[in-house]
Antibody, heavy 118, light 107 residues
Framework: EVQLVESGGGLIQPGGSLRLSCAAS????????MSWVRQAPGKGLEWVSV???????YYADSVKGRFTISRDNSKNTLYLQMNSLRAEDTAVYYC????????????WGQGTLVTVSS | DIQMTQSPSSLSASVGDRVTITCRAS??????LNWYQQKPGKAPKLLIY???SLQSGVPSRFSGSGSGTDFTLTISSLQPEDFATYYC?????????FGPGTKVDIK
């Protein structure tokens, strides 16, 4: 079964750092494009970052220079290192396989909540 | 960035109703448009990709159409499990953007 399981969320003070993990099963992370998408409380979906199978990475302007996407092929796990966190980064963070050739995201993990507050 | 809008932002409907949701892109995105369903506290679920292709396992009462800038998601006969929020997403640009969502609730 293809599955993604996120972890690492929690309460963090503004300016702090947090690393999210996304463990994959049923497929190989390094052979796929993998993304992080977030959803602020009561709001819509915002694409955050992607890592291509070749290793190239891209970021939304809102997180560029503060967040870093990476993967560990031996652990089949995707990561999101988040530095200089702000209140507006508070959200549920989802990892997702994609975009695929059709540009879709599927499947998604269950999400992990990051709360940035003093 | 390509901006996505959806209408209506919310709607109330009854079981058995035909429901249509519209998504509009700020520029032509060909058929690079996907639809997702999200229920409270759950991750989004892919319904339709490439504007009109039904994802495996998704009931055939869901359909999508459109190209260019205007797209629609149609639920032919609304079922109790379909009450949720629906999002469109463009993949024409690598700055992937989602619409603001349409919440479908019970009348």
């Amino acid at each position: 079964e293809v599955q993604l399981v996120e972890s690492g969320g929690g309460l963090i003070q503004p300016g702090g750092s947090l690393r999210l993990s996304c463990a994959a099963s049923g497929f190989t992370v390094s052979s796929n494009y993998m993304s992080w998408v977030r959803q602020a409380p009561g709001k819509g979906l915002e694409w955050v970052s992607v890592i291509y199978s070749g290793g190239s990475t891209y970021y939304a302007d809102s997180v560029k220079g503060r967040f870093t996407i990476s993967r560990d092929n031996s652990k089949n796990t995707l990561y999101l290192q988040m530095n200089s966190l702000r209140a507006e980064d508070t959200a549920v963070y989802y990892c997702a396989r994609g975009p695929t050739i059709a540009g879709l995201f599927d499947p998604w993990g269950q999400g992990t909540l990051v709360t940035v507050s003093s | 960035d390509i901006q996505m809008t959806q209408s209506p932002s919310s709607l109330s409907a009854s079981v058995g109703d035909r429901v249509t949701i519209t998504c509009r892109a700020s520029q032509s995105i060909s058929s690079y448009l996907n639809w997702y369903q999200q229920k409270p506290g759950k991750a989004p679920k892919l319904l339709i990709y490439a504007a009109s292709s039904l994802q495996s396992g998704v009931p055939s009462r869901f359909s999508g159409s459109g190209s260019g800038t205007d797209f629609t998601l149609t639920i032919s006969s609304l079922q109790p499990e379909d009450f949720a929020t629906y999002y469109c997403q463009q993949s024409y640009s690598t700055r992937f953007t989602f619409g603001p969502g349409t919440k479908v609730d019970i009348k």
